[in-house]
């Protein structure tokens, strides 16, 4: 009703002077998502975690699959997202199955959702994989966006994955806190304004997790994110242990859009820094 209010308001000032025709298609704002990959097929399940919550995820397998991505989303995301398709496809042009879950609270999943309960969810997603007959528990990437990074360097730390990635990445609770002021409130009233935390959102820290992951590490943000700007992620990289650790940032790229569309190029370059860290990790697609 208000899209079909700014389009007729206008034109009844005008009236008197032009003449406009509106057609069936001018009130419909239409959002599209993409197929799903013809090589994959999509397998719903469910698994209980080490504290019995029942957990819904998705499991794609790739018919020429040569590894498995587990990915951990963000504090908004679940499966039956509109944009949950592109993630589908993006992830799984790399020629990897991908898991895909709604945390404890989310979607179809049982629960609450605390950070420990993430966690869990997390660990209990990679041993559910790990259980499974028709993969390679020795080439699964735990992939994290946002929240869900937290998540992943958790996984990769307890469990012996090939890699891991972070997308978006929160370095820690302190420059979360900062971050959030410069972003809402005025530079002369940020003195005045204290943001206290509880004792769990306090510990979370990529930071502190990062430095002990043994395996290779990619860091990957967008250069106007302006929720977990690159420096978060340049911090994130500086404490990744190793030689095999990669930093990339995507031109114009902002916290959720960095493969949601090919504006200024930003997904080709996406799947081109993807591609290159997945070679790396699991060895050359082979044709």
């Known amino acids: 009703m208000s899209r079909l209010f700014i389009i007729l308001f206008p034109l009844f000032i005008l009236s008197s002077c032009i003449s406009f025709h509106i057609t069936e298609k001018d009130l419909f704002k239409i959002n599209k998502v993409s197929k799903l990959?013809?090589?994959?097929?999509?397998?719903?399940?469910?698994?209980?975690?080490?504290?019995?919550?029942?957990?819904?995820?998705w499991f794609l397998k790739h018919k020429n699959a040569r590894g498995t991505f587990l990915y951990l989303g963000g504090d908004g995301f679940y499966l039956w997202n509109r944009l949950t398709p592109d993630v589908i496809n993006t992830l799984t042009s790399m020629e990897l199955n991908l898991m895909l879950i709604d945390y404890r609270g989310y979607g179809r999943s049982e629960g609450t959702p605390t950070?420990?309960?993430?966690?869990?969810?997390g660990y209990s997603a990679y041993h559910y994989l790990c259980s499974r007959q028709d993969i390679d528990s020795t080439r699964i990437i735990v992939y994290g966006h946002s929240l869900g990074t937290f998540v992943a360097t958790r996984v990769g730390n307890t469990c012996p994955v090939a890699g891991v990635v972070l997308e978006g990445a929160i370095s820690n609770t302190s420059e979360m806190r900062d971050i959030a002021l410069k972003n809402n409130a005025p530079w002369y009233?940020?003195?005045?304004?204290?943001?206290?935390a509880d004792s769990a959102v306090l510990s979370l820290d990529n930071i502190g997790q990062?430095?002990?992951?043994?395996?290779?590490?990619?860091?990957?943000?967008?250069?106007?994110?302006?929720?977990?700007?690159?420096e978060m992620g340049k911090r994130i990289y500086t404490a990744a242990p190793?030689?095999?650790?990669?930093?990339?940032?995507?031109p114009k790229g902002e916290h959720k859009d960095l493969y949601f569309n090919n504006i200024d190029g930003r997904r080709v370059a996406y799947l081109k820094i993807l591609s290159k860290y997945i070679n790396s990790v699991l060895g050359e697609q082979k044709r």
Request: glycine share 6%; charged share 25%.
């Open 37 to 57: 990959n013809k090589d994959i097929q999509l397998e719903e399940v469910y698994f209980s975690t080490t504290d019995s919550v029942t957990l819904y995820g």
């Open 115 to 121: 950070i420990q309960g993430i966690y869990k969810d």
């Open 210 to 230: 990062v430095k002990y992951l043994k395996c290779p590490v990619l860091v990957v943000t967008g250069e106007n994110d302006n929720i977990t700007p690159p």
């Open 189 to 196: 009233l940020r003195w005045l304004v204290t943001i206290n």
């Open 242 to 250: 190793g030689l095999k650790k990669f930093l990339e940032i995507i």
